[in-house]
């Protein structure tokens, strides 16, 4: 699996995080986002159970934006 950058986070303060990747996978189409990893115990409670092989990660909602964005462009990855 290759992954092909999208966009990152303009107001992230070092500019390398959180980023937006699509996924060249040909089973399904999915995408990695990279981002703040959940630490907060009140969060991760309201959460519940996270399997090993997951994480939770906050992104801001420009990261979602950017996906809603490279959606309507009609980008295939």
């Given at each position: 699996m290759r992954a092909h950058l999208i966009g990152k986070d303009p107001e992230s303060p070092d500019k390398n995080s959180p980023t937006l990747f699509a996924t060249d996978r040909t089973d399904r189409k999915t995408f990695l986002v990279q981002g703040w990893k959940v630490t907060d115990?009140?969060?991760?409670?309201?959460?519940?159970?996270?399997?090993?092989h997951e994480d939770i990660v906050e992104v801001p909602v420009d990261i979602l934006e950017m996906y809603l964005a490279h959606k309507e462009q009609g980008e295939e990855s």
């Open positions: 115990r009140s969060a991760l409670a309201d959460v519940g159970t996270i399997p090993d």
